[in-house]
């Protein structure tokens, strides 16, 4: 074999830092150990993986061809030596969540992954679809959980669970004794939505087609909970996912308006790169997210 492991966790230690000493940094070792691996593996090869400029390589087109390869059979290789030492320890499992289901549904599985494997770590980065993607693609994230419709070829794109937004207002809100709307008062009435990039923006979009350059969109918001509140002052009617209403609407804080001409169903789903070897934990992460019964939440 012509290349080691070690030289492939410095090349996709540059790839991620676009930086030698950055990537020694991160894998413990000297810069020069590190230049030297990385010298060696396009050496033996006769190969450039990466355009240097200055200080900052950048991945060129051959690395980024070669690096979902490399990342696939390091992670590989990792799990078979952890099969072979037989620890008992989980790895690190890195997910990624939209912010309806990072606020109000990963936490919860987290718990159950946790109690489950003693030791076990589990990071959580709460996003929007956007940048979710952009993190599951460049091997940041493990796993991916998005609200938002999605097609991409190096993406693997599994249906999780159904979901549905709902249109809301104030219980003081006149809406909220007429308690529906037809597109003249969608047309009238302000509205607060979540910000152009998420998954429950692009459904309200969908949903609300032909209509939308017609809305009077008053405030757009990145969290859902400061939605919640500024509709809750009055502001404005809102949409969200039933997930993170269901507890205001138990309260009568907020109060639901049907729109029976427009279609709010929607997917939850799992995104993972194509490339990425589906460890244990990984796949004993989406089996808990599947065991979560829809009704609890």
Not at 3 to 20: C, D, G, M, P
């Amino acid at each position: 074999m012509k290349y080691s492991f070690r030289q492939l966790e410095v090349f996709l230690a540059v790839s991620h830092t676009e930086n030698i000493t950055r990537a020694a940094q991160s894998l413990s070792m000297s810069q020069s150990a590190a230049s030297s691996a990385l010298k060696d593996l396009e050496g033996q090869f006769s190969i450039q993986l990466f355009d240097r400029v200055g200080k900052r390589l950048q991945l060129n087109e051959l690395g980024r061809l070669l690096r979902p390869s490399a990342q696939a059979l390091l992670e590989q290789a990792q799990a078979l030596e952890h099969a072979f030492s037989q620890h008992l320890t989980p790895g690190l499992l890195k997910v990624g969540a939209t912010l309806t289901i990072g606020n109000y549904l990963a936490v919860g599985i987290m718990s159950r992954y946790m109690n489950e494997h003693a030791g076990g770590r589990v990071t959580l980065d709460v996003a929007n679809t956007s940048r979710v993607v952009k993190q599951v693609l460049n091997f940041d994230l493990d796993i991916g959980l998005i609200e938002g419709e999605l097609h991409h070829p190096d993406l693997d794109i599994i249906p999780w669970r159904e979901d549905r937004l709902v249109v809301f207002c104030a219980p003081e809100h006149y809406l909220a004794e007429i308690g529906h709307l037809d597109d003249t008062r969608l047309r009238q009435t302000p509205w607060i939505l979540r910000e152009q990039g998420s998954g429950t923006r692009q459904t309200f979009e969908r949903a609300m087609h032909g209509l939308m350059p017609e809305l009077d969109v008053r405030l757009e918001l990145q969290h859902t909970e400061a939605i919640k509140r500024a509709v809750e002052a009055g502001l404005g009617i809102g949409c969200l996912s039933m997930v993170a209403l269901r507890e205001a609407f138990r309260r009568g804080t907020l109060v639901p308006l049907a729109v029976p001409q427009r279609d709010f169903r929607r997917h939850f789903y799992f995104i993972l790169h194509r490339h990425k070897y589906r460890s244990a934990g990984i796949q004993r992460w989406i089996e808990l997210c599947k065991e979560q019964p829809v009704a609890s939440v």
